[in-house]
């Protein structure tokens, strides 16, 4: 039995037009195939949703809060497949717990742990298409979990890689970019990726995929690929390992992200245990800190340390800090939220040297100073003054050639 | 373990000030004893879920259009259980596969086989109110089902019976009253009534509680009382065995409905069979025919038949029956639908003589002409110009001296 998995995003299921749009797509795709699709929530439904929760409580219930919030992909999946069943094809919706979908236990941000594909080998006897739903499962107290912001692209993964089949995304946009279409013009769809570079691009601000859905796939060996919906026949990417990637660019893509903030303590004892003073109590918090620093004071018994985290978290974070400054023992907070983040990534990197040097003799040539700098095996990531963002973008994707 | 069950009708969840105002009924009934309530959907959700799905396809397929309506019940239950627990109530909203309901195998009309009451019993220790939807179930196959409109008042009463409980309907109303109040100013709230009488004034006109849910609360003995979400203080109407009532009223109440239809079929040859001809094929295009009333001609060979219908229907009768015009063997085909049926309902009529002298003395002082009469042992209908409805139900109301 041949199984594609596709998967609709809350833009492509966001309207009648566009639910009758993707349905389209799926009804040419059983012809060829079963098909299980699987869907978010129309778009801006979750929002409602989750709005509508706090008008009740600022912080809802696990256990009410997933009941409600599930009911948004419950409703698409079921209007899809009674569009398709309009077309005379044989299709059925499913929920989580029909299947199940068997996640962790905790709510709002689940792990899908299970997937009971005999449930669904069964189904795909009587019907060609089954309609599931994104975003959701069950625990193993019979209750709805929710996995989180995105959750539906990992669904969608999930189920490819229990059914051993591809996995093709579709979204709004044709595929992933070389960089942000909206800053540079001349920014160039990618063919072919490896899962390594879509998991930096994707961790790094490329919004067309969810970080933990690459990363299922590169785990599992899935076969990705992201389509338009609105443009159905135009290759998209494809997410793939390195193996498959005839040629390895030194640098694939360029990602931003402008919600940064920074926070410096001068002056920390630079003994052990110091660290976990600092960094235990903010993981407590749920802040999650990105980019780390640390500079040896010349005397070499204190440190200045700076780290990033995400913007919303800065005045949360400080609190933490200063509440336990002694227990710490630093001498100055300071702290900015106009900074950015720019990422450069490529497996290509390995091999070519001189990929920081380009990047340095950029940025340098337009008087772009840079604030911090961390680098990994296929990726180097910097820090600037939020300000310069598009021009450091455009002038680093035309340097590395990547328009062509 | 003292258990109440409660049921709050869509309007009475139809905003979230009507959630909360519902919601603080549920909190200070949970003080007293432990709270199952039973939730419509927001008013006017279903109509909108129905109506999205109809965008689709004209006929929905059944599987589908149950997992997209139920979506309505499991919104409003999580956003009320959501509130309570942000007022410290120890709630939880159910779905209705979580306890199970278990209904008949049909989509879109099913019936309520069975309640694990078992699994309310034990969450019930965990928990002080549980939320539950109305409306819907699953299957024996694993598939949501939904009961037809009205359902969520028979869901309450199922729950009442399974755990041997009271039920109280909340509505947007103070309780049954003597007849419509917006056609008669002095009509009354009746404080107390026989189930036999509620199922006739619910399957006759009166809109405040669905006639199945009168029916199942009859043959499970089970306490009935209808109550206002905006008044809750206000004593409601009790609808109880007639055993328990002091003292039966001759009538107890009026009611009418104006989507009625009137078929005549002329000279139709009397011989056993024919009705069946008739009747039969209009059963199957699930046309339900109210009142029937057949008149011999003069040489006996002949009848006229007329009959009584929802005139949503009548175009729909009219075609079948002129269709099987030879088979069926009938004259001449009469409609008429500016008609109006009046029922006088008590069980006090059994004992209390001249109750239909009163109601052709009415009617026959103010020329009103009465089309059709049919008779049950506590009720009277009569068909009449639909012009005179209001006057009818006023006269009526005063003969009976109901607002005393």
């Not at 778009?43 to 409602?48: I, L, N, P, V």
């Not at 912080?59 to 948004?72: K, L, M, Q």
């Not at 994707?202 to 859905?213: C, E, M």
């Not at 300071?334 to 990047?359: E, P, Y």
């Amino acid at each position: 039995m041949k199984i594609k998995v596709l998967k609709f995003g809350g833009t492509s299921v966001g309207s009648k037009d566009a639910i009758k749009r993707s349905g389209n797509i799926i009804n040419d795709c059983s012809k060829k195939s079963k098909v299980i699709a699987v869907l978010s929530a129309m778009s801006g439904e979750t929002d409602r949703l989750i709005n509508l929760t706090k008008s009740f409580a600022k912080s809802p219930n696990p256990i009410d809060f997933d009941n409600a919030i599930s009911t948004g992909e419950n409703l698409s999946c079921a209007l899809m497949s009674i569009y398709l069943n309009n077309q005379k094809v044989k299709s059925r919706s499913l929920l989580s717990w029909q299947i199940p979908i068997i996640t962790s236990p905790e709510h709002m941000k689940s792990r899908i742990l299970f997937i009971n594909k005999k449930f669904l080998f069964k189904e795909l006897e009587k019907f060609d298409v089954l309609i599931i739903p994104g975003f959701q499962g069950i625990n193993n107290k019979g209750e709805i979990t929710t996995l989180g912001r995105g959750g539906s692209d990992t669904s969608a993964v999930a189920v490819a890689a229990a059914l051993d089949a591809e996995c093709t995304i579709y979204t709004d946009v044709e595929g992933v970019f070389t960089t942000d279409p909206n800053i540079v013009s001349n920014a160039k769809k990618i063919n072919k990726i490896s899962y390594e570079e879509m998991l930096e691009l994707a961790s790094q601000g490329a919004k067309v995929l969810q970080t933990r859905s690459v990363e299922l796939a590169m785990r599992k060996n899935t076969k990705l690929s992201v389509r338009s919906s609105l443009q159905p026949k135009k290759n998209g990417t494809v997410i793939t390992d390195e193996k498959s990637l005839l040629e390895n660019k030194t640098v694939s893509g360029i990602t931003y992200t402008k919600d940064e903030a920074k926070i410096t303590l001068s002056r920390v004892l630079d003994k052990p245990g110091v660290s976990s003073k600092i960094f235990g109590p903010l993981a407590k918090g749920n802040i999650n800190v990105d980019m780390i620093l640390q500079n040896i004071s010349q005397d070499g018994k204190f440190a200045n340390l700076s780290f990033t985290l995400p913007r919303g978290d800065l005045e949360k974070a400080l609190k933490i800090l200063k509440k336990d400054k002694s227990k710490i023992g630093y001498k100055k907070i300071i702290s900015s939220d106009n900074i950015s983040k720019i990422s450069v990534v490529g497996v290509g990197m390995r091999s070519h040297a001189g990929v920081a040097q380009t990047l340095f003799d950029t940025l340098g040539k337009n008087k772009i100073n840079i604030q911090v700098i961390t680098t990994s095996e296929i990726k180097i990531s910097i820090l600037i003054d939020e300000k310069h963002t598009d021009l450091a973008v455009q002038k680093l994707h035309q340097a590395f050639k990547l328009h062509k």
